[in-house]
């Protein structure tokens, strides 16, 4: 569900690691210009009452606190995230560090508004989410490059202000911060507590049996409908697969495409030959819906558009996957529905279902 309550579908996610060990205790050992509190008062995302408060202190300097040296980064991408509600206080910023430099992004916690600092390299990205409540998730994404990055959490005066950014505290507003997380990969995934020690969340391996639906091998139809984040990444949708990799049909998104983050396809492999039907770029966050059919011939169509045709094959599955294989290749995406067919549909009912 998203922070309105509407309904987003089932979370598929791959494997995470949250290498922060105590995600709801705010370091405080590298910090300044500020006062930790715990308000009993203030409700979590989570529904506890473990809500600490950073209070600017009545001070001219920085104020902030973080992880400093005790945070391993992997190469690769590295995504940093928190929790955090004004209290008087609007703006905050995530800051972190690799062997070119500092990097960083700001956020209001008023208007939802982020703003990366106009020096960062173009692998830096950021993002807010509102969590209802008055609460925002903020996550800062890298490359990576650094054993120790720095990660930290700046209250400051002006959206994309200088990396100094001294300004006088006024001793009683200040910011709520819970559930900090920093884990390797190009996004942000959903909460892993932590308590004394980091934790890892694994796959999610969602699959029925074709035995336990009806599965026609000669003639069938699959519509999902499905909402996919704002992420380069290759992803598995849907998957009848065998336990050979070679015999397989689905919808996939491809990545590092030449438009947008994405192109949409009804994918088949068999006996080693793959097809792909493309079904058009995704370039933004957006929910779709995705149908095929297969039998006379393979049919695929997006959104109640023109249907794309291919020579059909029958691979024979016996499981159908969401969100992934076994073999991994997980998917970052909310399924909020499926429907299959044990019957070739038209290509005009195969346009109705995806309007």
């Known amino acids: 569900y998203d922070a309105t309550g509407a309904v987003k579908g089932l979370l598929i996610e791959e494997a995470r690691t ?8 705010a370091p405080t050992a590298y910090s300044g210009g500020i006062t930790k509190s715990v308000d009993s008062s203030v409700v979590s995302p989570a ?27 992997s190469s690769g991408y590295s995504t940093y995230s928190i929790f955090a509600k004004a ?4 703006l905050i910023r995530l800051r972190m560090k690799n062997t070119v430099g500092l990097f960083y992004c700001d956020y209001n916690l008023a208007t939802g508004q982020k703003q990366v600092n106009s020096s960062a390299h173009s692998s830096v990205t950021g993002a807010i989410e509102s969590m209802g409540n008055g609460w925002w998730r903020c996550s800062m994404t890298y490359a990576s490059e650094k054993t120790n ?7 400051i005066n002006a959206m994309d202000a ?20 920093y884990e390797a990969g190009a996004f942000p995934t959903s909460y892993i507590p932590t308590s004394g020690s980091t934790a890892t969340r694994a796959a999610d ?70 097809t792909l039907l493309p079904l058009g770029a995704q370039t933004q966050a957006e929910r779709t819906k995705l149908g095929l059919s297969y039998g006379d011939s393979e049919r695929a169509v997006r959104d109640g558009g023109t249907a ?14 969401l969100g992934g294989r076994d073999t991994g290749l997980q998917s970052q995406c909310w399924i909020k529905s499926i429907k299959y067919y044990p019957r070739q549909l038209t290509d005009t009912q195969l346009q109705e279902l995806t309007t």
């Open 162 to 181: 200088s990396l100094s950014n001294s300004f006088l505290g006024d001793g009683t507003s200040g910011v709520y911060v819970w559930g900090s997380q």
């Open 87 to 90: 209290s008087g206080h609007n």
């Open 18 to 25: 949250n290498t922060i060990s105590t995600s709801e205790v």
């Open 308 to 321: 794309i045709s291919g020579t059909s094959r029958s691979p024979n599955p016996t499981r159908l996957f």
């Open 47 to 73: 529904g506890g009452n473990n809500v600490e408060k950073f209070t600017l202190s009545s001070v001219n300097s920085q104020h902030y606190f973080g992880n400093h040296n005790n945070i391993s980064a």
């Open 149 to 155: 990055p720095y990660a930290t959490v700046f209250l």
């Open 205 to 274: 391996f969602a699959q029925i049996p074709t035995s336990a639906f009806g599965y026609n091998n000669d003639k069938g139809s699959l519509v999902i409908d499905v909402l996919m984040p704002d992420v380069d990444q290759f992803m598995i949708l849907t998957y009848f697969n065998t336990t050979s990799y070679h015999n397989s049909r689905g919808f996939v998104k491809s990545n590092s495409p030449s438009n947008g983050i994405g192109n949409f396809y009804s994918y088949r492999i068999f006996d080693g030959a793959s």
